[in-house]
């Protein structure tokens, strides 16, 4: 069984911490123990893992990608988006992450963050179990 979660984004780049709502469908899929995958089903936004405690790592992280993957280059996508395409490839679509006693084994300072390169849009997360 999937479980699809609806992210709203606000801004044309932005990592928006849904570990929560991850948590929410992981005990509503009443996974005991196996793993959660969480997949992207798109082309300009991923997911990633890192960390939630301190909110200025998702800033840097996004810093550093805007330097890597710059706005103005010679692209040849012609929907003018082959930034957020290419974001989308480095950071990748999905996670992987083991389940014990009903939650997810996050390290104390991991959080799952859904990464937009090309909003604001409306965006989807499949979770599904793996046991
Ligand atoms: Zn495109």
Redesign the pocket.
């Known amino acids: 069984m999937t479980k699809v979660v609806t992210v709203k984004t606000a801004s044309k780049t932005e990592l928006i911490d849904i570990t929560q709502e991850v948590r929410k469908a992981v005990r509503s899929l009443n996974i005991t123990d196996g793993i959660c995958m969480l997949y992207v089903p798109h082309?300009?936004a991923a997911i990633t893992i890192n960390e939630s405690a301190d909110p200025s790592v998702k800033f840097d992280i996004l810093m550093v990608l805007n330097q890597v993957v710059p706005w103005d280059a010679n692209y040849r996508?012609l929907?003018?988006?082959?930034p957020?395409?290419v974001k989308a490839t480095l950071i990748g679509p999905s996670e992987l992450i083991p389940v014990e006693g009903g939650e997810l084994r996050l390290g104390t300072w991991q959080g799952i963050f859904f990464c937009e390169f090309?909003g604001p849009r409306t965006r989807k997360v499949y979770i599904r179990s793996l046991e």
């Open positions: 082309t300009t996508h929907e003018g988006n082959s957020a395409h090309d």
